[in-house]
Every structure is written in C-alpha cells, then in structure tokens.
C-alpha cells in the first residue's frame, strides 16, 4: 500500500456536500450547513494492490452504496472547513485500516503453568459442583 499515493486519490477524487448539523449549536445549526457527507468511488482510489482493494470491498461493505461510493459523514465541528478535513482524514483512515492484512497468526502450544492453573481451576470448580449435590438417602 502506497500511503502517499492513497492520500492524494481519495484527496483529489473526493466529492463533498453540505447539509445542516443536528444537535447543539444555537443560531449557527439553524443557519449554516456545517455537517460534511463526503463519497469517493472505489474504482477512483489509487495506492493499493487488487488484493487490498477486494480485501477493502469485504470489510467496508456495509458503508459503500450500490454506485460503489464510500461515503462518510462528519459533523463534529462548528465549522465546514473543519468537518471537510476530518471527513478526509476518516476516508483516508477507513480505506487504509480496512486494507491492511493482518500478520499471520503462528499457533502456540499452551505453557506447562497454564496447564497446571486450568487443572487446578478445574479441581476448584468440580469441588463447589461436588457441595451442591443433596447427601445420598440413607434407608
């Protein structure tokens, strides 16, 4: 994954609307359309490999609409110009994050303490079992 690459796609391909904020704000949510709802198109964003990109597609399915956009909505700020960049960066971040593999897990064999420590939680556990039981009927 080429980050500089992926920065400047989802920067320059990147398509904004403006929408009035809900929540607290006074006159300024009545007034100004603060709240940012930014879509790029997954075919438009360079910088990952085929593999990254249908890995991406499985992981942020649920955010990308049927035209195949990534949308995201920001409206944390006061002010557009601020809700804009953060809107950008959540892009950015979401598209990287969702690309990543992960490393490969290497098994590994429990430890001789845990063993142990299982064995006895296990003796413990049988035990409060063991009390629970009525005392045999003598008759």
Do not use: C, Y
Not at 22 to 49: D, H, M
């Amino acid at each position: 994954m080429d980050n500089e690459l992926l920065r400047a796609s989802v920067t320059a391909n990147a398509e904004t609307d403006f929408s009035r904020s809900s929540g607290p704000g006074g006159q300024n949510v009545n007034k100004v359309n603060t709240k940012v709802t930014t879509r790029i198109r997954i075919a438009a964003i360079e910088g990952l490999s085929p593999s990254e990109l249908e890995l991406m597609r499985t992981r942020l399915a649920n955010r990308i609409t049927t035209e195949g956009e990534l949308v995201v909505q920001v409206q944390e700020e006061r002010s557009q110009s601020m809700n804009r960049e953060k809107a950008i960066e959540k892009l950015i971040s979401l598209v990287a994050r969702a690309a990543k593999r992960a490393p490969p897990r290497i098994p590994t064999k429990p430890t001789k303490a845990s063993k142990e420590r299982k064995l006895a939680h296990k003796k413990i556990r049988s035990s409060i079992k063991k009390n629970r039981q009525s005392p045999p009927v003598e008759g």
